[in-house]
């Protein structure tokens, strides 16, 4: 069982659609990512939560916003997509510890997401 | 900048059997992290096994251990006693310890199939 939640499991959506993706974590974790995975590929950081508060930002295009209403939720919104866009989208947590660079990161099921 | 590479796409080993995954990356910095993580077809990403780079005892996990060779920036993960719940896809991850740009850089991959 995953100890990262992430919903919806699959989304399909047209270019003009505003949507959100959701994580969630009960461990205690204050570090939490969003990374973008294309097929065959490894995942591409976007962005990272410390603290509730936005750490990195990988110049990320606007149309992804993150947000993160508290210690244990994680979302991304979604607006005006292209499909290049189309990926699986992992989200993540860690400890932090002295930094987050050390700590194992556990990772979520992923969000399959198809831009139309 | 920093940069992981996995020469081996693709990897078969028979159940039983041991196979080693190469990982080299680059980087000018003294303290940082490395991490194997594992991702088997349609399912989340676990962590495998971690290395800081300031310790010389290579890390081991049960059957999965590291060679981890500083000076020639090379972190190899080797299965011992392969099973078949090893498929999976395998990604070397870079951690660099925070001091400026937090990067966590995976690599290309390799897929490992263990066959019966």
């Known amino acids: 069982d995953t100890e990262v939640t992430q919903t919806p499991k699959h989304l399909v959506m047209g270019m003009t659609n505003k949507k959100s993706l959701k994580c969630e974590q009960h461990?205690?974790?204050?570090?939490m990512y969003w990374y973008k995975q294309k097929a065959k590929k490894p995942p591409e950081l976007m962005f990272v939560?410390?603290?509730?508060?936005?750490?990195i930002n990988e110049s990320v295009p606007s149309r992804f916003s993150p947000e993160c209403p508290n210690s244990s939720l994680l979302n991304l919104h979604l607006h005006a997509l292209q499909p290049e866009d189309s990926a699986l989208y992992l989200c993540?947590?860690?400890?932090?510890?002295?930094?987050?660079?050390?700590?194992?990161?556990?990772f979520g099921d992923g969000t399959r997401l198809s831009i139309l | 900048a920093q940069t992981v590479t996995q020469s081996q796409p693709e990897m078969s080993v028979q159940e039983a059997e041991t196979v080693t995954l190469s990982c080299t990356y680059d980087?000018?910095?003294?303290?940082?992290?490395l991490f194997w993580y594992k991702q088997p077809p349609s399912r989340q990403m676990i962590l495998v096994i971690r290395?800081?780079?300031?310790?010389?005892q290579n890390a081991t996990e049960n059957r999965f251990s590291v060679n981890f060779q500083k000076a020639a920036k090379s972190f190899s993960l080797k299965i011992s006693d392969s099973q078949l719940g090893d498929t999976a896809m395998y990604f070397c991850?870079?951690?660099?310890?925070?001091?400026?740009?937090?990067?966590?850089?995976f690599g290309t991959g390799t897929r490992l199939k263990v066959l019966a």
């Open positions: 461990m205690g974790h204050r570090a």
């Open positions: 980087t000018s910095e003294s303290n940082y992290y």
């Open positions: 290395q800081e780079a300031y310790k010389q």
């Open positions: 991850a870079f951690m660099k310890q925070p001091s400026g740009t937090y990067k966590y850089i």
């Open positions: 993540a947590s860690s400890q932090v510890d002295l930094g987050f660079s050390n700590q194992p990161q556990h």
């Open positions: 939560y410390s603290y509730e508060k936005l750490s």
